[in-house]
C-alpha cells in the first residue's frame, strides 16, 4: 500500500516547514485528518471554531512563515473565511484545505447536506473563496492530485497569499504512484531584477536624494513580503538615515518629535509602506509628486518595472550620499520620555502604568501581538528588544483576531524557543475567547494581558453611541473565573484579576519566575475613560473621514 493522498498533502506541508496545522472536525474532512496525522510528520491543533482556527494559522505563518486550517465543506469553510480575508489582506501564506463532498455528488444535480440546496451550491464556498485566495484547486481525481497540490503550495509561498485546497471526502485515503516519488523540495525561483531597469533605478534615486536636504526613510509591512528588512536597515546606515529608534510615522498621531522630523523633510523614501486610511488617519495627502521615491506600490512620476525590493536598497546603499540631517533634527529636538511616576497606594491600575510593566516582559524571544483597539496605540510606545517581534492586523483590523493569533504564534514559538506577550481589549476577546482553552490543551505560555475597560473603546472614540442601548457597551465577565473554568483542572494555568499598579508588578514578576511555563492571564481592571491620545486624536479623525459627505458626480475626490 502506497502513500495516501492525505499523507501526500501532509508530506508537502512539512517540507515547506509547516509542522502543525489548525482545524475543526467535520464529516468531510474526518478520514482527510486521519490520513495528515498517521505519520506524525505534521500534528493537528484542534480549535473550538473554525474562525479561531483560521486566526491561528494567520498567528502560526507571522512565526513560522506558513500556516494550515483545516474545515470541513461550506459550514467549516464559510466560517473561517473572515480569517482567510484577513491573512490575505496582511500577506499571510496560509493553506487553507477543506473536505469536500464525495466524487460522485460534487458535480451531480444531488442536494447534499452542508450546501443551501441551490442550484450551483455544491460550488458556493469555491466561489466565496476565489475572492480571498490567490490559487484555487478541486481535487476530485488522484491522477491530478500531486500537480493541484504543488500549484496551490507554490502559489502560496511565490505571492505570499492564502490559497485554497478541496480534497474529496472519498479520496483522501487512497493512494497513487505519483505519492510515492522521491519529494521534490518547493524550490521557487528567485526574483531577480532586470539588471539595465535596476541600475537605472538606482542611479534616478540615488541623483534625487542627493539633491535634497533633508531626506527620510519609511519602512512598512510590505518589506516582510520582499524579505528585505535587512537590506532597508543596511541601506538606512549607509545614508544615515534615521530609523526604528525614532519610532512610528503614523501621521498625526506619531510618536513626539517624529512626524516633525518626516513632515519637514524635503525627500522620501518609503519601502514597503501602506498608505490606507488608517495609517494616513484618515484620507490625508501624501507627498507631493516628485518628493518621494516608493518602493512597492502608489507610484509618483518615473517608473521603474522588473526590480525587487531588496536588490534595489542594497544596490542604493552602495550608491547614496550619506546625510544625516534628519538625524540631527532628531536629536536637537528629543527630550528623553519622562519615567512614569509610580501610582499612590492603593490607588487604582492607569493604563501608562500598564504598559510601563508590560515593556518588563519584552526581551529578544518575545512575540508581541496587539488586538485593534487601544493596544496597538500604546504597544507601538512600547521599546522593543532587537529580535522582538511585532505584530497586529493593520490593514484588515478584525476585533477578536488575536485570541487566535496568539494561540497560533504560541504553537510557533513552542518550537523556536518564543513566547508570546499579548495585549487584548475585553470587547475584542470576547468575539473568541473560547480558544483560551486550547491554549492550555496543547500546554502553550504566552502572557494575556487583557483590558477590562468595559466596552469597544476604540469604537466610542470613533462613534460614541446613544446613551440608552448603546451597542459600544458590553455586558461585564469575570475573566479570571472564566479563564479557571476553561482549565477545568487540567493544564497550566496562573491568571489573577489586578486592580492596582502594586498588584501588577507582583504578578509580572510570577509571570517571568514560577508560572514561565503557564499560560498567564492578566486582568487589569481600567477605567472606561482612560485611553491613550493617539486614539482620541485618531478616533477623531477617522469620524471625521467616514462622515464626508457625498461628492458631487463633477467634484474633486477629497
Sequence with gaps: ??????????????????????????????????????????????????????????????????????????????????????????????????????????????IVHHTIAAKGSMEQELHCMRQVTCAQVIISELSEAHEQI?????????????????VCCNLSSLSHPSFDR????YSLALKRSNPESLAQAVRCAAEFLASKQKPVAVGGSLMRVAKAADAFIAFAEAAQYPIAYMGTYWGSISQPFVSEVVESADAYLFAGATFNDYATTG??????????????????????????????????AKAVQPNDTAAQIYERLYTPPHEVP????????????????????????????????????NCQKLRLPRGCAYEWSQQYGSIGWSVGATLGAAVAGKEVGKRVVACIG?????????????????ETNPVIVLINNGGYTIEIEIHDGPKQNNYNHIKNWDYVAFAQALRNGEGKLFAQKITTEAELV???????????DCLCFLECIIDRDDCSSELLEWGARVAAANSRPPRNDDGPVL
Design 506 to 516: 507582583e504578578a509580572i514578576e510570577k509571570v517571568k519566575g514560577e508560572a514561565a
Design 1 to 110: 500500500m502506497g502513500r495516501s493522498l492525505g499523507q501526500h498533502l501532509a508530506d508537502r506541508l512539512s517540507q515547506i516547514g509547516c509542522k502543525r496545522f489548525f482545524g475543526v472536525p467535520g464529516d468531510y474532512n474526518l478520514t482527510l485528518l486521519d490520513e495528515l496525522v498517521k505519520d506524525g510528520s505534521i500534528e493537528g491543533r484542534w480549535t473550538c471554531n473554525e474562525l479561531n482556527a483560521g486566526y491561528a494559522a494567520d498567528g502560526y505563518a507571522r512565526v513560522a512563515g506558513v500556516g494550515a486550517v483545516v474545515t470541513t465543506y461550506t459550514v467549516g469553510g464559510l466560517s473561517v473565511i473572515n480569517a482567510v480575508a484577513g491573512a490575505y489582506a496582511e500577506n499571510l501564506p496560509v493553506i487553507c484545505i477543506t473536505g469536500a463532498p464525495n466524487t460522485n455528488d460534487l458535480y451531480s444535480h444531488r
Design 150 to 166: 504543488d500549484h496551490a503550495i507554490s502559489s502560496a509561498l511565490h505571492a505570499s497569499k492564502p490559497v485554497y485546497i478541496a
Design 342 to 377: 509610580p501610582s499612590a497606594e492603593g490607588s487604582p491600575l492607569r493604563t501608562k502604568h500598564l504598559f510601563a510593566h508590560v515593556q518588563d516582559l519584552l526581551d529578544a524571544q518575545t512575540v508581541l501581538l496587539a488586538e485593534t483597539g487601544d493596544s496597538i496605540f
Design 182 to 185: 522521491p519529494p521534490v523540495p
Design 283 to 316: 484620507p490625508q495627502p501624501q507627498p507631493q509628486p516628485g518628493q518621494d521615491v516608493v518602493i512597492a506600490g502608489g507610484l509618483n512620476g518615473m517608473v521603474f518595472g522588473c526590480v525587487c525590493m531588496g536588490d534595489f536598497l542594497r544596490e542604493l
Design 426 to 442: 475585553d470587547g475584542s476577546f470576547q468575539v473568541t475567547a473560547q480558544d483560551l482553552s486550547t491554549m492550555m490543551r496543547y
